[in-house]
């Protein structure tokens, strides 16, 4: 409870936010890492501040771009016996023991969620945005894959094993976006937002405190 309390108390004042998940273990050298870098300081210089787990990686490349675009860097770290240290670009930081409570609060508090490559931590949290929003739990907002060679083999697997089963809707994998450019990445954020508002819906709030 401590942890929910202080975590809700503290994103409240950092909204707009987006969250961008992806692995620990990518180095600096890899292109994915660059990508996060220009996504979160594009983000950051357009106003919204960008939520990570706090960790290297993919993680520390979006807070790196989020503090060189000006806005809210926000770590949400988590205790582990490896792999997560904290990384240093982070000016907002929260520490967590419990995956549920963080977990939360990426879905909580982002107005959209950017995953780039990772493994189950990025599955788990991708997922977890996925289910709360097919299962209208909290409102319908950009659900973006970055990396069309990486992602493409699950949401074939999705088409081809989950949807002939009726296990998912054909809507349900139309709820993500894949795109391989920063550009396009940031444009379909923008986009979205041309046409729906910052603020959710008195409805749309009311679903959200489900979450």
Not at 38 to 57: N, Q
Not at 162 to 187: A, H, K, Q, T, Y
Request: hydrophobic share 40%.
């Amino acid at each position: 409870m401590a942890e929910l309390a202080t975590a809700t108390s503290k994103l409240r004042e950092v909204t707009p936010a987006v969250s961008i998940f992806g692995s620990a273990r990518l180095p600096e050298s890899s292109p994915y890492y660059r990508k996060a870098v220009e996504i979160a300081r594009r983000l950051s210089d357009a106003g919204f501040s960008v939520i990570t787990g706090g960790g290297p990686g993919i993680m520390e490349a979006a807070n790196r771009g989020a503090l060189e675009g000006g806005a809210a860097s926000i770590g949400l770290n988590i205790s582990l016996p490896h792999e997560q240290r904290c990384n240093d670009f982070q000016n907002v930081d929260l520490h967590f023991r419990y995956f549920f409570t963080r977990k939360m609060m990426f879905a909580r508090f982002a107005l959209a969620h950017i995953a780039l490559p990772g493994g189950f931590g990025t599955l788990d949290e991708l997922t977890e945005c996925l289910t709360l929003t097919q299962t209208r739990k909290t409102r319908r907002i950009p659900l973006i894959l970055v990396g069309r060679d990486f992602w493409s083999g699950m949401i074939d697997w999705m088409r081809a094993q989950l949807l002939p089963l009726g296990l998912i809707s054909e809507g349900d994998i139309e709820l993500m976006e894949i795109f391989d450019e920063p550009d396009d990445v940031v444009g379909a954020v923008f986009d979205f937002y041309k046409n729906h508002d910052i603020a959710p819906t008195p409805e749309e709030r009311d679903t959200m405190h489900y979450l």
